[in-house]
T-cell receptor, first 113, second 115 residues
Framework: AQTVTQSQPEMSVQEAETVTLSCTYDTSESDYYLFWYKQPPSRQMILVIRQEAYKQQNATENRFSVNFQKAAKSFSLKISDSQLGDAAMYFCAYLWGAQKLVFGQGTRLTINP | GAVVSQHPSRVICKSGTSVKIECRSLDFQATTMFWYRQFPKQSLMLMATSNEGSKATYEQGVEKDKFLINHASLTLSTLTVTSAHPEDSSFYIC???????????FGSGTRLTVV
């Protein structure tokens, strides 16, 4: 079964600094999708970034970028120029085929002003 | 972008009563919707997969007679918590997708409190 592991329950960063959230996953599939979702205090799940496994180029969305290492089954999220509004729970998720999303345990990110 | 509307956002009910939660895809058709439960400071736990026009598929350990799911149309799925008890108090979230690879859109969630 596919599993997703986020080994950092909590992270904190100074405003304007850069922070990296870790995620590893386990799968025997070669074609799949990976996502990072943000859940702010409102608890609305928001898609931050997605990566298609067959694309070697790392996805980027403004201040958010990923380091996708397929062989190592690693999918970390880098947030540059951290802002107070980035404070939230961040969930890494895996999707294969048309099946259900598999979520990691989450990382709570705190931004220190 | 794709929008999923979930109602109500908060509900308080008495023990033994039933509560219905609605999940609607507003600008796309969703043949499949998903229902999650989230405990405080924890990840999302998938409860069931809702398929339009057919029976829902429940995850192991989820009581299908307690959590009734109906997906009557391509834009509406409902979750009914029957004979609710305090231990059913939780945050329930639905999600839907047009094309799974592009990500799933989530509703804003429902906080259920059973007293």
């Amino acid at each position: 079964a596919q599993t997703v592991t986020q080994s950092q329950p909590e992270m904190s960063v100074q405003e304007a600094e850069t922070v990296t959230l870790s995620c590893t996953y386990d799968t025997s599939e070669s074609d799949y999708y990976l996502f990072w979702y943000k859940q702010p205090p409102s608890r609305q799940m928001i898609l931050v970034i997605r990566q298609e496994a067959y694309k070697q180029q790392n996805a980027t969305e403004n201040r958010f970028s990923v380091n996708f290492q397929k062989a190592a089954k690693s999918f970390s999220l880098k947030i540059s120029d951290s802002q107070l509004g980035d404070a939230a729970m961040y969930f890494c998720a895996y999707l294969w085929g048309a099946q259900k999303l598999v979520f990691g345990q989450g990382t709570r990110l705190t931004i220190n002003p | 972008g794709a929008v999923v509307s979930q109602h109500p956002s908060r509900v308080i009910c008495k023990s033994g009563t039933s509560v219905k939660i609605e999940c609607r895809s507003l600008d796309f058709q969703a043949t499949t919707m998903f229902w999650y439960r989230q405990f405080p400071k924890q990840s999302l736990m998938l409860m069931a997969t809702s398929n339009e026009g057919s029976k829902a598929t429940y995850e192991q350990g989820v009581e299908k007679d307690k959590f009734l799911i109906n997906h009557a149309s391509l834009t509406l799925s409902t979750l009914t918590v029957t004979s609710a008890h305090p231990e059913d108090s939780s945050f329930y979230i639905c999600s839907a997708t047009q094309d799974g690879g592009y990500g799933y859109t989530f509703g804003s969630g429902t906080r259920l409190t059973v007293v």
